[in-house]
T-cell receptor, first 115, second 114 residues
Framework: NAGVTQTPKFRVLKTGQSMTLLCAQDMNHEYMYWYRQDPGMGLRLIHYSVGEGTTAKGEVPDGYNVSRLKKQNFLLGLESAAPSQTSVYFC??????????????FGPGTRLTVT | GENVEQHPSTLSVQEGDSAVIKCTYSDSASNYFPWYKQELGKRPQLIIDIRSNVGEKKDQRIAVTLNKTAKHFSLHITETQPEDSAVYFCAADPMDTGRRALTFGSGTRLQVQP
């Protein structure tokens, strides 16, 4: 199993450009998440999905859109990139359950720089 | 929404000493509290978690305690080793159906001096 994978690993954008980050998981997890990680601020939730075809806003959703058309994929879009979106983006997935465990499995991250 | 505060932001200990990291949370509905370890340039990985019906949990050199009344939980690492050097994040989750999202603390950089 590959676990959680992210594409691309690195990207440099100019202000105003758009891009899509792809997250894929092969663990049949119901829940998927997008976080951003900035120095000294931990991981902040952008959007998440509790199942195929569903999405919900997290703590910092402005400037981002997401889609979950297939259970195994979760896409994060930036329509008009801004320097404030320079960050490391992590995708995660989990199979929620009180008894099954609630561990979130993270992807390797995407380092995005907006100039 | 939930707010998780984590202290200290940096912690330096000598190899073999113990390390303690503390977190407080604001939402009394939170009932799942995981700890993640992130090595430099790597992804976060779960090292231990605790649920609200348990006050303490231990796994070898790592233990977590939870005080729901005071809304705080702590990570204890005993007999620290250089490979314990990393950033540690606490988190809280209300585990409500339809909203299973972690709120993370800002992290603690632990440095174990050999």
């Amino acid at each position: 199993n590959a676990g959680v994978t992210q594409t691309p690993k690195f990207r440099v954008l100019k202000t105003g450009q758009s891009m899509t980050l792809l997250c894929a998981q092969d663990m049949n997890h119901e829940y998927m998440y997008w976080y951003r990680q900035d120095p000294g601020m931990g991981l902040r939730l952008i959007h998440y999905s509790v199942g195929e075809g569903t999405t919900a806003k997290g703590e910092v959703p402005d400037g981002y859109n997401v889609s979950r058309l297939k259970k195994q994929n979760f896409l994060l879009g930036l329509e008009s990139a801004a320097p404030s979106q320079t960050s490391v983006y992590f995708c995660a997935s989990s199979y929620p359950g009180w008894y099954e465990g609630d561990e979130q499995y993270f992807g390797p991250g995407t380092r995005l720089t907006v100039t | 929404g939930e707010n998780v505060e984590q202290h200290p932001s940096t912690l330096s200990v000598q190899e073999g000493d113990s390390a303690v990291i503390k977190c407080t949370y604001s939402d009394s509905a939170s009932n799942y509290f995981p700890w993640y370890k992130q090595e430099l340039g790597k992804r976060p990985q779960l090292i231990i978690d605790i649920r609200s019906n348990v006050g303490e949990k231990k796994d070898q050199r790592i233990a977590v305690t939870l005080n729901k009344t005071a809304k705080h939980f702590s990570l204890h690492i005993t007999e620290t080793q250089p490979e314990d050097s990393a950033v540690y994040f606490c988190a809280a989750d209300p585990m409500d159906t339809g909203r299973r999202a972690l709120t993370f603390g800002s992290g603690t950089r632990l440095q174990v001096q050999p």
